[in-house]
């Protein structure tokens, strides 16, 4: 092994959303940073078929990325379509500081974006095709990384502190021995997907999000993302979706020819990506991070993809890790307290949707009610919620993280909507008398 003696103050292992994100606010605090991530980019994340919205695009703002760049050829989604057997309807993605739209963004062109972000800052470096095999410990304290390329001699890396931002399955995690919290696996769900070309428009109306579900336990998601594709990804219940060994491809695109929603769109269109996914995806939280080291992003905090909200708490918790690290840098607060703020900050912002995300697993995906119930709530209570302006749009404003979940269905919102139900269906149905 070669000894190369490098000084950084911050080795961020992975340089995705959360690493090249908390690379560019930690160069814009003059830090000299190191990023080190294991895939030659640009290239396409092991899973993620995402969608973001104006409240990732806000804090991208900050650190001066370019929209034209991260989304480039990505057609605007305004609007989300709730294709369901019984339940049909349209959330509009509300404004937030002028963007009334998201995007199901290409990762790799993103991401690679993103990456280059970073490097515009003078104190930034980063290296792609390399990957951390371990950490240097001194006495108990995280003091640099081993760091190995196809072909290269290994080589230690000294910094003071070292960030896992390398995903789910972080490295950092892992050899630091973290321990995991609030940790849920009741409702195991799993989610495969694939892009598509040569797809027609969903109607009309423009680029959108198009979710369908029959209550059985799994649903369909189509979305409009970069240069014509259409992304159709199935999640659903971990025992339902689940793909012979071996056999992912040709199960999944008998899937997409079973239902009418997918079939009918994807008739002519071809699948110009293998298919992938994650099976019995992860809910938890990291502690966030010991002596000298620190975990941010899917290291830190992992859920389901339902609501979309990954991304953005990947580079919400860079945020706020940053803002940490720089005080500590600066000498205003000790290790101990960068860590315990870091991790309060990140926590009050991400607790409150991941319990909402949960919830909305078990209902949409779990829901053990008898049929009767089930019949019930989709042609009435839940169609009425859904159908409630009022509701829909405190929906898109949860998601853009504009409002609180909780505030989304408050007990006042949820009994207007279901007094205003069953009178739209009456007008309806005298609309129909009159029309006879
Ligand atoms: C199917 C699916 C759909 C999703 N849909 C959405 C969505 O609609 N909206 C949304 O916001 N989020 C979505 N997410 C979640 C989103 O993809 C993640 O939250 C996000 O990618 C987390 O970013 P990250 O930077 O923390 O980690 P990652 O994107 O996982 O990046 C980690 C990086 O670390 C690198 N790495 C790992 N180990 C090492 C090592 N030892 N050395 C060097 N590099 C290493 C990896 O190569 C990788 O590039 C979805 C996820 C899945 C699986």
Redesign the pocket.
């Known amino acids: 092994m070669s000894l190369h003696h490098s000084e950084y103050d911050v080795v961020i292992?992975?340089?995705?959303?959360?690493?090249s994100t908390l690379a560019a606010r930690l160069g814009m605090a003059g830090l000299r940073v190191l990023m080190?991530?294991?895939?030659q980019m640009p290239a396409l994340?092991?899973?993620?078929?995402?969608?973001?919205y104006a409240s990732t695009m806000d804090m991208l703002d900050e650190i001066g990325a370019d929209e034209g760049a991260y989304a480039r050829g990505t057609p605007k989604i305004r609007r989300m379509v709730n294709a369901g057997e019984a339940i049909k309807g349209e959330i509009a993605i509300p404004m937030r500081n002028g963007r009334d739209y998201g995007y199901a963004i290409d990762r790799a062109r993103f991401d690679f974006a993103l990456w280059e972000n970073a490097l515009r800052y003078p104190t930034v470096e980063g290296r792609l095709g390399?990957?951390?095999a371990d950490l240097i410990l001194e006495n108990g304290r995280v003091t640099g990384v081993i760091a190995s390329a196809p072909g290269q001699p290994r080589q230690e890396i000294r910094s003071k502190v070292v960030v896992g931002?390398?995903?789910?399955f972080s490295?950092v995690a892992r050899k630091m021995g973290a321990a995991q919290r609030d940790e849920h696996t009741d409702f195991p769900t799993s989610?495969y997907?694939a892009y598509w070309k040569n797809a027609p428009p969903y109607d009309e109306n423009g680029a959108a999000a198009v979710a369908w579900g029959d209550g059985t336990g799994f649903g369909f998601l189509m979305m409009d993302s970069a240069d014509d594709t259409v992304v159709v990804?199935v999640e659903g219940q971990s025992e339902i979706i689940d793909p012979p060994p071996g056999q992912v491809d040709a199960w999944y695109e008998e899937l997409i020819a079973r239902y009418p929603i997918t079939a009918e769109r994807m008739r002519h269109a071809e699948r110009i990506t293998d298919v992938r996914?994650?099976k019995n995806?992860g809910n938890l939280y990291r502690q966030p991070g010991g002596s000298g080291w620190a975990l941010?992003?899917?290291?830190y905090h992992?859920k389901d993809?339902l609501d979309?909200?990954?991304?953005?708490?990947?580079v919400f918790t860079a945020k706020a890790l940053a803002r940490e690290l720089a005080a500590y840098f600066a000498g205003e607060q000790d290790w101990e307290t960068t860590l315990r703020r870091y991790d309060s900050a990140a926590r009050s912002e991400t607790y409150p949707m991941y319990q909402s995300t949960l919830q909305r697993v078990q209902v949409s995906l779990y829901d053990s009610s008898p049929e009767w119930l089930k019949w019930a709530a989709a042609n009435s209570f839940g169609r009425w919620l859904f159908e409630d302006r009022l509701i829909r749009e405190q929906m898109g404003l949860m998601l853009t993280r504009q409002i609180a979940p909780r505030d989304a269905m408050s007990m006042p919102l949820v009994v207007g909507a279901l007094l205003r139900g069953p009178l739209r269906d009456l007008s309806r149905f005298l609309d129909r008398q009159l029309e006879t």
Do not use: F, K
């Open positions: 292992v992975g340089g995705r959303p959360a690493g080190l991530e294991r895939a994340p092991g899973a993620s078929c995402p969608i973001i390399w990957s951390a931002a390398d995903g789910r490295l989610i997907y990804a996914g994650m995806i941010v992003g899917d290291a992992q993809p979309g909200q990954g991304i953005y708490d990947a």
